[in-house]
């Protein structure tokens, strides 16, 4: 996960533009290419809250834009960690989350891509 460091460090910078936010996106859709065959709701659940954070962030008019890529960046962090290192208990399951296939973020994915610019 090389690029998200590189990404938190750019916000750590200021550096917060269109070209930051296309880049979580790549990687995030990157990421979800991965796991498309073997997607989870421990995966379901954090790329759907990666994505959501990354949308906010780019309508976002607040006084700290960075929050919500760093929040952003974390989840996509969480999704990516080994099914053996975590913890799925706190996850109930939901009929909700259970629905979202990689076709579901992959759309979302695309419109977020037209709300960056």
């Known amino acids: 996960m090389a690029r998200v460091s590189e990404f938190f460090q750019k916000i750590s910078e200021g ?7 296309i880049g979580i996106l790549e ?4 990421c979800l290419e991965l796991k498309k065959d ?6 379901k659940a954090l790329f ?3 994505l959501a954070y990354l949308s ?3 309508f976002s008019k607040s006084q700290s834009p960075s929050l919500w890529l760093r929040l952003s960046l974390v989840c996509l962090e969480k999704a ?6 975590r913890n799925e208990e706190y996850t109930d399951g939901s009929e909700v989350i259970e629905s979202i296939d990689y076709g579901f973020l992959v759309a ?10």
């Open 38 to 43: 073997t997607m989870g709701t421990w995966e």
């Open 108 to 117: 979302q994915g695309v419109l977020i891509r037209r709300q960056i610019g």
């Open 80 to 85: 990516m960690i080994p099914e053996k290192d």
């Open 48 to 50: 759907a809250q990666s």
């Open 56 to 58: 906010i962030n780019a």
């Open 15 to 21: 550096k917060v533009d269109a070209n930051l936010r």
């Open 27 to 30: 990687e995030i859709l990157g």
